[in-house]
């Protein structure tokens, strides 16, 4: 059974400029979540997709968003980047839509704002 | 807000001890998990706990839910070179969305052969 895919896994953007990455969950998977992980702040939740639906939302400005396809795959944009949006970005999928806090993850999409 | 107190920040320990490792918090969960990640690697679930008091084992691995429900620890029996990586702990109250899910900061574990 294949695992979460993210791509891409490496990109360098500068400010001002806006990014799209994808997640691929595991087949069967229904709930999709992003995580942004920075030294700092650790794993940070910026939302929840579930059936095409965001189900939630972390603390992050508009900047971020997300939408869930037909066939669950995933994808989060953050317009007018900033240095500090440079984190690793990561997916995870779940496979129900009660959350049991069991997320797998994929590798994670590495951003670097200059 | 809620948040998870995980200790320690690092160990260094040599192959073949043993480590323990806890996280706290003053929010009551009725679940607590606990994640691996490698470098240049997405964390991975090692263990989830559901019952306060229950203690659970993955192999050299051993975690307990707090009676208190507030912390959990992890211990890891006769550490190997590839147990190497960074620990978390999540905790929520489950149902409902994601979102609820928290983590510590981590504990990052070096492992000298």
């Known amino acids: 059974k294949a695992g979460v895919t993210q791509t891409p896994r490496y990109l360098i953007k500068t400010r001002g400029q806006q990014v799209t990455l994808s997640c691929s969950p595991i087949?069967?998977?229904?709930?999709v979540s992003w995580y942004q992980q920075t030294p700092g702040q650790g794993l940070q939740f910026l939302f929840e997709?579930?059936?095409?639906?965001?189900?939630n939302k972390g603390n992050f400005p508009g900047r971020f968003s997300g939408r869930q396809f037909s066939n669950s795959r995933s994808e989060m944009n953050v317009s007018t980047l900033e240095l500090g949006d440079s984190a690793l970005y990561l997916c995870?999928?779940?496979?129900?839509?009660?959350?049991?806090?069991?997320?797998?993850f994929g590798e994670g999409s590495r951003l670097t704002v200059l | 807000g809620q948040q998870l107190n995980q200790s320690p920040q690092s160990m260094f320990i040599q192959e073949g001890e043993d480590v323990s490792m806890n996280c706290t918090s003053s929010?009551?969960?009725?679940?607590w998990l606990w994640y691996k990640q490698d470098p240049g690697e997405g964390p991975v679930l090692l263990i989830a706990?559901?019952?306060?008091?229950e203690l659970t084992s993955n192999g050299r691995l051993t975690a307990q839910f707090g009676i208190t429900r507030k912390d959990s620890f992890l211990n890891i029996s006769a550490s190997i070179p590839s147990d190497v990586g960074i620990y978390f702990c999540?905790?929520?109250?489950?149902?409902?969305?994601?979102?609820?899910?928290?983590f510590g900061k981590g504990t990052k574990l070096s492992v000298k052969p």
């Open positions: 995870a999928s779940s496979p129900s839509g009660m959350n049991t806090g069991e997320l797998f």
């Open positions: 087949s069967g998977h229904r709930s």
């Open positions: 997709y579930f059936s095409e639906t965001q189900r």
């Open positions: 929010s009551i969960f009725n679940t």
């Open positions: 706990l559901y019952k306060a008091g």
């Open positions: 999540a905790a929520q109250n489950y149902g409902g969305s994601q979102g609820n899910l928290i």
